[in-house]
């Protein structure tokens, strides 16, 4: 044994000790509040089914996602993220902007079931409408057209602001999207509706899942208008944009490789950050527990407090369900 003079005097491990003590001295807290649940809702669905690369998430009908609303109101989330997958899809993505399109309906009936419990973001984007699977409209040498996309986003973000909207996802990554869709919605006379900007939304290997869950048409990729994820520089430009052109809420998607852009965007926006926790990084948790190679449930916490710490107060999940019930049992 060593003198006890050559002993450790400060010694952190003392409030390790037991969880109580943890839990008082914990930096980071995730609550229920701060999680919003994407959710997808096909046309003509009759009943939920299951995602194959997304297991415990569900292609859901208009009935059940109400239904799936009222469980989120009551299990404390912040908010609901609806995705539309329509029956047909053209090269404008006109289901988008058709008053009895999916999303549109979709967002009007969870408005109706939960009134103002929830907070509604629909997504505002065009690749779950198009046939070409891209999130704006083509010129004819097959490139997306900036600022012809602009003007259908102006439109599709009037239509869900009259279906009920709170915010609205703009996930488009077009450049100038943020103001002139503000633009376009205060000169409607939805000067209250929100508008989210994924503002700083990588080209990533970690969204097939999710374009299984649209049955996404994506032929190519979208790395001419998506952020390289080499660059960090950039991506702070685009979220100065964003800001600049009035959004009230800036996001960083995925989440988890890209903590050090989570972390840069909280150090210098004044708005709230979010971030989303995407549908590679929550089927890489699940397919590991599935083969028991880790804890399903504390990799999921551990990952939202991951999140959480490096400073996002918004985060997107398809575990906010699951979530928030470990949170309540913590």
């Given at each position: 044994m060593p003198n006890s003079s050559e002993l450790p005097v400060i010694r952190p491990r003392r409030l390790r000790r037991t969880a109580a003590l943890r839990r008082l001295v914990a930096e980071t807290r995730v609550h229920p509040s701060d999680l919003v649940l994407p959710l997808f809702v096909k046309e003509g669905l009759t009943e939920p089914v299951e995602i194959a690369s997304m297991p415990g998430v569900y292609q859901h009908s208009v009935d059940s996602a109400r239904k799936l609303a009222v469980e989120a109101a009551r299990a404390g989330i912040?908010?609901?993220?609806?995705?539309?997958?329509?029956?047909?899809?053209?090269?404008?993505?006109?289901?988008?902007?058709?008053?009895?399109?999916?999303?549109?309906?979709?967002?009007?009936?969870?408005?109706?079931?939960?009134?103002?419990?929830?907070?509604?973001?629909?997504?505002?984007?065009?690749?779950e409408f198009t046939d070409h699977g891209h999130c704006g409209v083509l010129r004819e040498d097959g490139a997306v057209d900036n600022d012809a996309s602009l003007a259908r986003y102006a439109e599709m973000g009037r239509c869900l602001a009259e279906s009920g909207a709170d915010l609205l996802g703009a996930s488009g990554m077009m450049d100038g999207q943020i103001g002139y869709v503000r633009a376009a919605l205060d000169e409607s006379g939805h000067t209250d509706t929100g508008l989210l900007a994924y503002a700083a939304k990588y080209a990533s290997a970690f969204y097939g899942p999710f374009r299984d869950a649209v049955e996404s048409q994506l032929q190519g990729d979208r790395r001419t208008y998506q952020q390289d994820s080499a660059n960090a520089t950039e991506a702070l430009l685009e979220i100065?944009?964003?800001?600049?052109?009035?959004?009230?809420?800036?996001?960083?998607?995925?989440?988890?490789?890209y903590l050090d852009i989570v972390?840069?965007?909280?150090?210098?926006?004044?708005?709230?950050?979010?971030?989303?926790?995407?549908?590679?990084?929550?089927?890489?948790?699940?397919?590991?527990?599935?083969?028991?190679?880790?804890?399903?449930?504390?990799?999921?916490?551990?990952?939202?407090?991951?999140?959480k710490r490096a400073g996002a107060g918004i985060i997107a999940t398809y575990a906010a369900l699951d979530a928030a019930a470990l949170l309540r049992l913590k």
């Open positions: 912040g908010g609901l993220m609806p995705f539309g997958i329509p029956a047909v899809r053209d090269a404008l993505g006109s289901g988008a902007t058709d008053p009895d399109g999916i999303l549109n309906v979709t967002t009007r009936a969870i408005r109706e079931e939960i009134g103002d419990d929830l907070v509604l973001i629909p997504d505002l984007c065009l690749d100065d944009l964003d800001i600049e052109q009035g959004a009230d809420i800036v996001m960083v998607k995925p989440a988890l490789p972390r840069a965007a909280a150090e210098r926006s004044p708005v709230p950050v979010a971030a989303y926790h995407i549908s590679g990084e929550y089927a890489q948790i699940v397919a590991a527990a599935e083969r028991g190679w880790i804890d399903r449930d504390a990799a999921i916490l551990e990952s939202l407090t991951s999140i």
